[in-house]
């Protein structure tokens, strides 16, 4: 680890990371609190928490142990609502593939949407980043929030109860990933491929397991892509 | 409940391997251009795709349209166009949903 520790941009990571903590404790705990209501233990919960760190595909899981789907279904299920990690493990290859296996490993595991949006947009922002420094900034950002993740979701399953909807912190998880992407918006190809994604996210909302997301989101990809040649045709002509 | 343990166990196994697919995989070998030039676009496209219908039909409302939150929403995202400042998009929308509940919820 040593030699791939950045303590500048490891705690710019951190700093970038702490907002995450509104989006991460009260969905965590509300997990907590789903699960002990479906009947599992506090270690399988936490077990459930630790080796998946996937709210939304957890969620889809219980919901569907609760309906009595077939297991298949219910693993199917719930790992096609994480299709997405797949998407951004490509994306992150091009910056952090070049870390060593080990180092590959761990960045994988902490893999989530919070670490990803960050490191996505600060590798862009800064393309002279040092591995070392992509590194430890990715493990920054991670900081605030696994760590509360486990503890929010063990928080839950310990008292079963969760935080008042009157606080209306639902719209934390919107609000901080729509904070993000106002800054990501850089050039006509980032706006066509965010607006392009929006709308489609909404026509296809009605499809099963999540996959309206994977259509919006694979045609924004296209979208952006086609933009930027089209762009730099013009630009060369 | 032994359905669980391999409901647990299977998805860890699966989400770490998508996790792991591309950065285990492919690691420091060069990608061809243009599937570089489309994964540019992958945080662009995906997390608003992620967010849209939670804004629009929020969980607590039952999916109904909630002004409050379409709101908050644009405010989030007008800050963090015009400012570039996360932090500062986050207090103006969190500020913004809390004063439209108030008034209008």
């Excluded at chain 2, 999916?63 to 207090?91: F, S």
């Amino acid at each position: 680890m040593t030699s791939y520790f950045d303590r500048s941009y490891y705690l710019k990571g951190i700093r970038d990371g702490l907002p995450f903590i509104f989006v991460v404790a009260p969905f965590g705990l509300l997990f907590g609190v789903v699960a002990t209501e479906a009947g599992l233990s506090i270690f399988e919960t936490m077990s459930f928490t630790v080796l998946v760190i996937a709210g939304a595909a957890q969620f889809t899981a219980l919901q569907l142990m609760a309906e009595n789907a077939p297991t298949v279904i219910v693993i199917i299920s719930a790992l096609a609502v994480n299709l997405r990690m797949a998407m951004y493990s490509a994306s992150l290859t091009p910056h952090i593939g070049g870390l060593p296996f080990w180092h590959r490993v761990i960045a994988a595991y902490f893999l989530v949407d919070q670490n990803y949006a960050l490191s996505s947009v600060k590798y862009e922002q800064e393309p002279d980043m040092t591995l070392p420094q992509k590194f430890s900034y990715m493990m920054g950002a991670i900081t605030p929030v696994a760590p509360n993740w486990y503890l929010a979701t063990f928080v839950g399953a310990l008292i079963g109860k969760t935080i008042p909807p009157g606080l209306a912190l639902d719209f934390a998880v919107p609000i901080c990933f729509l904070a993000m992407i106002g800054p990501m918006l850089r050039t006509g190809a980032h706006v066509a491929a965010a607006l392009v994604a929006v709308t489609l996210s909404l026509v296809f909302a009605f499809l099963p397991y999540n996959l309206g997301l994977m259509v919006a989101g694979i045609a924004g990809m296209i979208t952006g892509a086609q933009v930027e040649l089209w762009t730099e045709r013009r630009r060369a002509s | 409940m032994k359905e669980i343990w391999i409901v647990i166990i299977a998805m860890g196994i699966g989400t770490f391997g998508l996790r792991f697919l591309f950065l285990g995989l492919v690691g420091d070998r060069e990608m061809p251009p243009w599937v570089l030039r489309h994964l540019r676009y992958t945080a662009v496209a995906i997390l608003p795709a992620l967010v849209t219908p939670l804004v629009v039909w929020p969980q607590a409302t039952n999916g109904a349209i909630d002004p409050p939150r379409l709101m908050a929403a644009l405010v989030t995202l007008a800050l963090g166009l015009r400012y570039g400042n996360v932090l500062l998009a986050i207090g103006g929308g969190a500020v913004t949903l809390y004063g439209a509940l108030y008034l209008l919820g």
